[in-house]
């Protein structure tokens, strides 16, 4: 599992044994085995810090400044000497090995991750399983192994704030990865020579890479906008990881006689290469000795002729010089030790170079298509900007446009209600004035009425004539009446 340091790393691989990684394949493979299978569950854990590899399941004390050595083998692939295989006969079991193995295993507190970890992790799990049936009447074996690496996350050593140890840690974190983003981006271009051994995690990797074995990769990335850069590495370094094509094998059956005789086949051929060490440094020791002895030869005759009492200094004396002797051999031996480890480191710096120089051309490469679509980035910017300054001045003519109506359109209303203030105090003048004329013909109407009774109760016989006079006028009065009550 690949990613930048942050919680999201931790969580995916390790969290509650419901949910995690490690529970959810542990509960497949014994939900698989069921009860009626017999087979045997091993399992490993081991880190990967500062270039050491350390037995996390160890209970020596001094088992983190132990570091294990990786062992190359044609046939099995990439093991570790000296790793503790633990045998589990329960989940529970397991899940005690790694709570003890996560407690051992190196983290620290950063400015990104209140846990982060300084080391890549190497849990496995290793299973054998006793098929029924016989064949030539031994019974059969298959063996099955699972790697579960946990990355411990690219760190940017300015953001996460790390200084002296920890920023040494994050150097070698990132270093490896970088290995490995080599080893990827060779295994991807095909190409003839793939530098597993710049680095101890990707000789580690090496089966998972390119080799027998099915591999998953889990990324993870933060939604954060502050980590768009590490994401999108992460997700490039995805991409490529994906495009590595496997060739995955079906584990072979095997009887017991043949499981045994693999055991002493390699057991033999460690006794001999230890045989062989030690007829290197025994041939070694007497070939010093013999030098020795034909250079002092001459002056230790000369004194048992002379000082026949000085046999005791001369014992003294070949003690020394046995003791010389054998600095001078260890000094020799650690000079080809060396001699070795200069010569490999030698051929490292080739194949350093190599990927270096590979790598560089693909940057060379990106570089050209980055100023490409760069330019081809700014030739868009310049047009999108052009259009833009068109757009804008479009807008700002129709804005304008579109004030000046506003203003001729509010001109003319103002207009209108000023002709419509004006026409309404007309009206109310005109109304005032009828208002006036109607409450003077109510009054003269009284007027005449009170009349009319008057007259009549003076005099009944009143004359026709001034009777239909009155009438006439009553009648007068009325009409001018009804016709200012229809002006109104």
């Known amino acids: 599992m690949e990613g930048r340091h942050d919680d999201s790393n931790d969580y995916t691989w390790n969290t509650d044994p419901t949910a995690g990684i490690i529970p959810r394949a542990l509960q497949q493979i014994f939900s698989e085995l069921g ?3 017999d087979y045997t569950v091993r399992v490993s854990f081991v880190e990967l810090y500062n270039e050491q590899i350390f037995d996390l399941l160890s209970r020596s004390e001094n088992s983190q400044l132990e570091s294990l050595r990786i062992f190359d083998d044609k046939e099995k692939g990439v093991s570790i000497i000296g790793a503790e295989e633990v045998i589990v006969l329960s989940l529970k079991e397991v899940y005690d090995l790694l709570r003890r193995g996560a407690e051992k295993r190196r983290t620290a507190t ?6 982060s970890s300084r080391s890549h992790s190497v849990f496995t799990i290793s299973v054998m399983i006793r098929e029924p049936g016989l064949v030539d009447g031994e019974e059969l074996l298959r063996q099955g192994k699972l790697n579960l690496v946990d990355l411990a996350g690219s760190e940017n050593i300015g953001r996460s704030g790390a200084t002296d140890i920890r920023a040494r840690e994050a ?3 990132n270093t490896s990865l970088l290995a490995l983003g080599r080893v990827i981006n060779a295994l991807t ?5 793939i530098p597993y051994r710049e680095s101890k995690l990707t000789r580690i990797l090496q089966d998972s890479l390119g080799g027998k074995t099915i591999t998953t990769i889990i990324a993870t990335i933060s939604p954060a906008s502050s980590n768009f850069e590490e994401s999108v590495n992460t997700l490039d370094y995805a991409q490529r990881a994906k495009n590595i094509k496997n060739n995955p094998e079906v584990n072979l059956r095997i009887t017991r006689k043949g499981l045994l005789k693999e055991y002493k086949d390699e057991i033999d051929r460690l006794r001999r290469d230890l045989l ?10 007497d070939q010093e000795k013999s030098s020795s002895s034909v250079q002092k030869g001459p002056e230790i005759s000369s004194e048992k002729s002379n000082e026949p009492s000085t046999s005791e200094n001369s014992a003294e004396i070949q003690k020394g010089k046995v003791a010389e002797i054998r600095e001078k051999l260890q000094n020799g031996a650690q000079s080809v030790d060396a001699i070795r480890s200069l010569e490999q480191q030698l051929t490292q710096i080739k194949e350093l170079q190599t990927s270096t120089q590979l790598e560089l051309e693909e940057i060379r490469k990106r570089e050209l298509a980055l100023i490409n679509e760069n330019t081809l980035l700014r030739q868009n910017f310049a047009e999108c900007l052009q259009k833009a300054e068109n757009g804008e001045k479009k807008v700002e003519e129709i804005k304008q446009k579109q004030l000046e109506n506003n203003k001729f359109i509010l001109e003319d209303l103002r207009k209108k209600l000023a002709a419509t203030e004006c026409q309404r105090d007309i009206l109310n003048k005109e109304n005032g004035r009828l208002r006036d004329q109607l409450d003077n013909v ?3 109407c009284e007027e005449k009425v009170e009349q009319i009774k008057q007259v009549q109760r003076r005099s009944e016989s009143c004359d026709k004539l001034q009777l239909d006079r009155l ?5 007068s009065n009325n009409k001018k009446y009804e016709e200012a009550k229809q002006r109104l």
């Open 35 to 37: 009860v009626d299978i």
């Open 110 to 115: 950063t400015l990104m991750n209140m846990t």
């Open 171 to 173: 150097g070698n974190i």
């Open 189 to 193: 271009m095909g190409s003839s020579h």
């Open 276 to 285: 062989a060490a030690r007829e290197e440094k025994r041939a070694f020791l």
């Open 442 to 444: 109510n009054k003269n």
């Open 471 to 475: 009438q006439f006028e009553l009648d």
